[in-house]
């Protein structure tokens, strides 16, 4: 009996566990790049442009921006929409003071805005892109 319990705690602990890590090709893995400190006030805020999606002249676009950003809140609540709506002190996702979440795809990063509900907000954005473990 004891043995069963174990395979079941440990299948549904891996379930839960799949459904919140990226899957891996094992030829690419994901590497940080970029992070940023930005505050988020009363007007709707995006994430920097030029810190995400950065000019390099040795590699494509597609190969040099973020497809990944994990981003953590402190110091209040925001609320934010990946979908270039802007988000109210009611509407949107609610994250708070030591909270993160994860915005994937260059879109999403793009369409991201946010917004405090009460006081500024302080957010730490680490990006991710694919890089190739192959030559």
């Avoid at 549904?12 to 400190?37: D, H, W």
């Avoid at 995400?52 to 809140?73: C, E, F, H, N």
Wanted: with cysteine; hydrophobic share 40%.
């Amino acid at each position: 009996m004891k043995f069963i319990l174990f395979f079941l705690i440990l299948a549904f602990s891996s379930i839960e566990l799949s459904g919140q890590q990226p899957q891996f090709n094992v030829t690419q893995y994901r590497a940080a790049f970029a992070k940023e400190k930005l505050v988020v006030s009363n007007t709707v805020k995006t994430l920097t442009s030029s810190v995400y999606a950065p000019t390099i002249t040795d590699a494509s676009g597609a190969r040099s921006r973020a497809d990944y950003a994990l981003i953590t809140v402190e110091s209040d609540c925001l609320r934010y929409w990946p979908t270039g709506d802007d988000p109210t002190t009611t509407d949107g996702h609610k994250v708070c003071d030591g909270g993160s979440f994860f915005i994937y795809g260059f879109d999403n990063i793009s369409h991201l805005e946010m917004i405090r509900i009460t006081t500024d907000v302080t957010i730490q954005v680490s990006y991710y892109r694919f890089m190739s473990n192959t030559p």
